[in-house]
């Protein structure tokens, strides 16, 4: 039985315990995992499942979770049971309707889904030979490869159904070099959707050139300087910042610094933040939403002024609204809203336009802590593990053991002056390269 076969029996399983309406969530992921430090260290593979059910009786609401889709009866009956032990919802519209799915590319790789152990193996060796040219006696603490392929399957009891299936391929590594008695140590990753978007080669010899390179790093004087954040850097500070602040329930249940400011511009003429679910290659593309609505491409801050919120099905009926497809859950919770490709629409100066017209300033390469930062208040903090000074637009000495800080909502509104021309896939976002005028810098005394 294929998993929309399992979503529909489960509901029709709920419906026949009670439920008003019903609906079920199936997910499988096959997935292989090698890590590795200077040799290999576990090499595993294996196949998950697991089956979520969510039944309404009324105003009430049920979920239960199962890991066998043999389960699919139990899961219906007790979702029904706990939404009969539930308090009602007063805002409860409906589950969601209306299914559709939208037009994706390059999501699935039967390259990643058809991988043999072997192919796993030969990306480790990559990385390790990679590493070992750059410097022979270099250490590598740890480092693994993942490929997973996973499908998603729901139907609800309005007659509807959607299926989806996609792959994945991530590499990290993580290194340790010793030289004339001084350390440094430095790491990478990448994820791709695609075989052919991700060279392991490459995120094997940017550690260890790093590593390298910063043997000589130091702490700098504590003060204000300008900032250049690499793209894949400030990406993660995008997600940490703006995920919250953008989704709805954050909104309804008043947590978002971005309440009431619809329509307001929030942000300079060069901030634009769009949020594309339909992204190819997108790590988090998806041809329709958790809640099995389409997903689509959307200006969130077009210009620094605030359009819209990321809604799912639920939070979007508070408002009278349709979903904006950014449903997000697992099987055994509730649907929120969440961003799916989230970025900085780029600018029109590249890397070596922005460096060169930093006088003076420090460029971040790597940090650590990012999600220290308060997204509520706005307090924005990079504990910088990998750094380089900057004098006349030039690299110089580097730099490590420093926090820089600032408010993200004043970034936003003048202080981020340039944006690179590409975009640098981080975690959980994407962004261009970017400089910041005048952050907090602490540093030595």
Not at 344 to 365: C, Q
Request: proline share 4%.
């Amino acid at each position: 039985m294929n998993l929309a076969e399992v979503c529909e029996k489960a509901v029709k399983a709920a419906l026949k315990y009670g439920a008003t309406e019903a609906e079920a969530v199936a997910v499988r992921n096959n997935s292989t995992t090698l890590r590795f430090s200077e040799g290999i260290d576990s090499f595993k593979s294996y196949v998950s499942t697991s089956l979520g059910v969510r039944a309404v009786i009324g105003k009430r609401i049920g979920i239960y979770g199962v890991t066998s889709l043999a389960d699919a009866e139990l899961a219906a009956k007790m979702a029904v049971e706990i939404a009969k032990a539930s308090p009602e919802d007063k805002e409860w519209y409906s589950l969601a309707r209306g299914y559709g799915s939208s037009p994706v590319e390059k999501v699935f790789d039967e390259a990643i889904a058809k991988m043999e152990p072997e192919g796993i193996v030969e990306m480790y060796s990559r990385m390790r030979d990679a590493t070992k040219e750059v410097k022979s006696d270099i250490k590598i603490t740890e480092g693994g490869v993942s490929i997973s392929t996973g499908e998603f399957a729901i139907a609800n009891s309005y007659g509807e159904s959607n299926y989806r299936q996609g792959t994945n391929i991530s590499a990290g590594i993580s290194v340790r070099v010793e030289e004339a008695g001084k350390v440094a140590t430095a790491g990478e990753w990448d994820s791709a959707r695609m075989l052919s978007d991700i060279s392991v080669d490459e995120v094997a010899v940017e550690a260890a050139r790093r590593a390298i390179d910063f043997l000589d790093a130091k702490p700098i004087p504590s003060g204000k300087t300008d900032v250049i954040v690499r793209g894949k850097v400030f990406a993660q500070m995008l997600y940490v910042m703006l995920s919250g602040p953008l989704s709805a329930e954050w909104v309804q249940q008043g947590r978002s610094p971005l309440k009431g400011k619809l329509g307001e511009k929030i942000a300079s003429e060069n901030f634009t933040i769009i949020d594309d679910g339909v992204m190819p290659l997108g790590m988090s593309t998806k041809p329709f939403d958790d809640e099995g609505l389409p997903t689509r491409k959307k200006v969130v801050i077009d210009r620094g002024v605030l359009k819209t919120f990321l809604y799912d099905f639920y939070t979007a009926s508070k408002e009278g609204k349709e979903s904006t497809g950014n449903a997000s859950r697992g099987p055994y919770s509730p649907p929120r809203p969440s961003p799916t490709n989230l970025y900085l629409a780029p600018g029109d100066a590249n890397e070596k336009e922005i460096m060169a017209e930093t006088r003076k300033g420090l460029y971040v390469v790597d940090i650590i802590g990012g999600w220290l930062s308060n997204p509520v208040s706005g307090y924005m903090t990079m504990t910088v593990t990998h750094g380089y000074l900057i004098e006349n637009g030039e690299l110089t000495g580097k730099v490590k053991g420093i926090i820089v800080a600032g408010n993200f909502y004043e970034v936003i509104k003048g202080q981020l002056d340039l944006i690179g021309k590409k975009l640098h896939r981080g975690f959980g976002a994407y962004s261009p390269t970017v400089r910041i005028r005048e952050l907090n810098i602490a540093g030595k005394k």
